[in-house]
C-alpha cells in the first residue's frame, strides 16, 4: 500500500494533484501518465487522513458514551468525484480551494435523540478535546439557504510520537438531530433518485421549496427560528399541500425504498470489519454493500471502485468508504444510500393531515461496560495494535 505522505515535504505535489484532477481531463499519450500520477498523488493524501479521521471518531463516540447522551456516529473518507467537484466549482474564485486545504477529506458523524443531547456533544468537543478547533459552522440555529441544519467542527489533527507525521490533518464533526438527519438524507435520497444535487440547491425548483418548508417546521419543533423569508406557518401548510399535489411527494417517499435494491457481502466469521464500502449504481439504483478489513487493504478497494468515473469523467456510481462500528449504525447514518426515508415520510404525512411534528427520541437504555477494542491505527501501514493478555504464571511445583 502506498505510503502516507509528509505534510512537509509532499504540500507542492498535493497542491499540483489537485490542480491536474480539479481541471478538465484531457486523455492523450502526452497526458495519460502526468494525470495517473495526479490520481495517485491525491489518493495517498486522501488516504493519510484516515487515522485522524478513526481517531477524532473515537474521542466521539467517548463523549456520548461518557456523557451517556443517545446518539450513533460514522466516519467516511471524502469521495474522489465530490473531491473533483469541489475543486471544479473553486477554479474560478480570487482564492480558489486547493487539494491540501481541504477541510473534510475525513469526516464524521454524529446523530443525537435530541437538541439537548445535540448541545451536549457540542459543548464536550468545544471544550475538551486534544485537537485543535480551528473553525466552526453553526448550521443549526442559522441555516443554509436551502433549510440544510448541522453544527459543523473543523479540527487540525494533533499526533504524538510515531502519529506526529500525521499532526495538521484536517477532519469536520457534522454534528445534527434525528429530525435534522431525516432532512438532510432525504435531500440526498431524492437528489440521487432524480439525478440532481438537491444538497447544493441544484435542481426542480418544486422540491428545493418543499424542503425548506419542511426545514423551517423541523426548526420551530425544536426551538430553532425558521429561515429568513419563511412565512407564517398556515401560509406554510398550504403552500406544503399545494406541492405535495403537485409532485406527488409522499407517494414517491414511500415508494423510494422499493426503489432501490442492495446487497451485503457475508461477513467473515467473527471477525469485524474496520470499514464497509458502498457502491450506489446511478442507472440502475442498486446498491451494494462489502465490508473491508484491516489485512485486505480497504483504501485499494476504494480506489479501485472509483477509478472508472476518475479516468471517464462520468458520474455512473456513487462509491463511499465508511467506518461504522456495525452494520446497522451505517444504514442508519446514511440512508440516501438505501432508499430509506421513512422518518421525514411520517413527518410530512403528519403535517398534511393537520398534526404537528414529533421530536423523535430515543430512551436511554442502560450501557454495558465496553469490552476491550483494537487501539486506533492505520490500516493501510499492515501493522495491527492488539490489547495483549497477560502471560499466565507457571505454577511452582511442590
Known amino acids: 500500500m502506498n505510503a502516507p505522505l509528509p505534510l512537509e515535504d509532499n504540500i507542492d505535489a498535493v497542491r499540483r494533484a489537485g490542480e491536474i484532477i480539479g481541471g478538465d481531463l484531457i486523455w492523450t499519450p502526452e497526458t495519460e501518465q502526468r494525470i495517473r500520477e495526479a490520481f495517485s498523488v491525491a489518493n495517498q493524501w486522501r488516504d493519510s487522513h484516515a487515522h485522524p479521521m478513526r481517531s477524532i471518531h473515537q474521542t466521539l463516540r467517548s463523549h456520548i458514551r461518557l456523557r451517556e447522551v443517545e446518539g ?12 473533483r467537484g469541489k475543486l471544479r466549482r473553486m477554479r474560478g474564485r480570487k482564492r480558489p480551494l486547493g487539494l491540501d486545504t481541504f477541510q473534510d477529506l475525513g469526516g464524521c458523524r454524529a446523530i443525537m435523540g435530541s437538541m439537548k443531547d445535540a448541545e451536549t456533544l457540542i459543548g464536550a468537543l468545544k471544550h475538551r478535546c486534544r485537537h485543535v478547533l480551528w ?13 440544510y441544519r448541522s453544527h459543523h467542527l473543523k479540527f487540525e489533527f494533533r499526533g504524538t510520537g510515531d502519529k506526529k507525521i500525521y499532526s495538521g490533518r484536517r477532519v469536520e464533526v457534522q454534528i445534527r438531530t434525528d429530525l435534522q438527519h431525516s432532512w438532510a438524507t432525504a435531500v440526498e435520497a431524492i437528489g440521487l433518485f432524480r439525478g440532481e444535487e438537491l444538497k447544493s440547491g441544484k435542481g426542480s425548483s418544486e422540491w428545493l421549496r418543499l424542503f425548506a418548508l419542511m426545514s423551517a417546521e423541523f426548526a420551530e ?33 414511500e415508494n423510494l425504498s422499493d426503489a432501490v435494491y442492495w446487497s451485503q457481502d457475508a461477513v467473515q466469521g467473527r ?10 449504481d446511478n442507472e440502475t439504483r442498486q446498491v451494494h454493500v462489502t465490508p473491508q478489513y484491516k489485512n485486505s487493504f480497504p483504501f485499494r478497494s476504494y480506489e479501485a471502485a472509483e477509478k472508472p468515473d476518475n479516468f471517464s469523467g462520468q458520474e455512473t456510481a456513487n462509491v463511499v468508504l465508511i467506518e461504522a462500528d456495525k452494520m446497522d449504525n451505517l444504514t442508519k447514518a446514511y440512508p440516501n444510500y438505501f432508499g430509506d426515508v421513512q422518518l421525514f415520510k411520517m413527518q410530512l404525512n403528519r403535517l398534511l393531515g393537520g398534526e404537528a411534528v414529533k421530536e423523535y427520541e430515543v430512551a436511554l437504555q442502560k450501557r454495558s461496560i465496553p469490552t476491550p477494542r483494537e487501539r486506533v491505527d ?15 504464571r507457571k505454577k511452582k511445583k511442590k
Not at 72 to 83: G, H, P, V, Y
Not at 135 to 147: M, V
Not at 233 to 244: Q, T, Y
Open 378 to 392: 492505520p490500516s493501510w501501514i499492515g501493522r495491527r495494535g492488539m490489547w495483549t493478555e497477560p502471560t499466565p
Open 221 to 253: 419543533t425544536e426551538g430553532c427560528d425558521p429561515a429568513k423569508g419563511m412565512p407564517d406557518r398556515a401560509a406554510r401548510m398550504r403552500e406544503l399541500k399545494e406541492l405535495n399535489g403537485e409532485l406527488g411527494a409522499v407517494k414517491i417517499l
Open 271 to 280: 471477525t469485524k470489519p474496520s470499514y464497509y464500502l458502498i457502491e450506489y
Open 72 to 83: 450513533f456516529t460514522a466516519a467516511r473518507l471524502k469521495r474522489m468525484n465530490a473531491i
Open 135 to 147: 473553525d466552526q459552522n453553526d448550521y443549526i440555529h442559522e441555516a443554509r439557504p436551502t433549510g
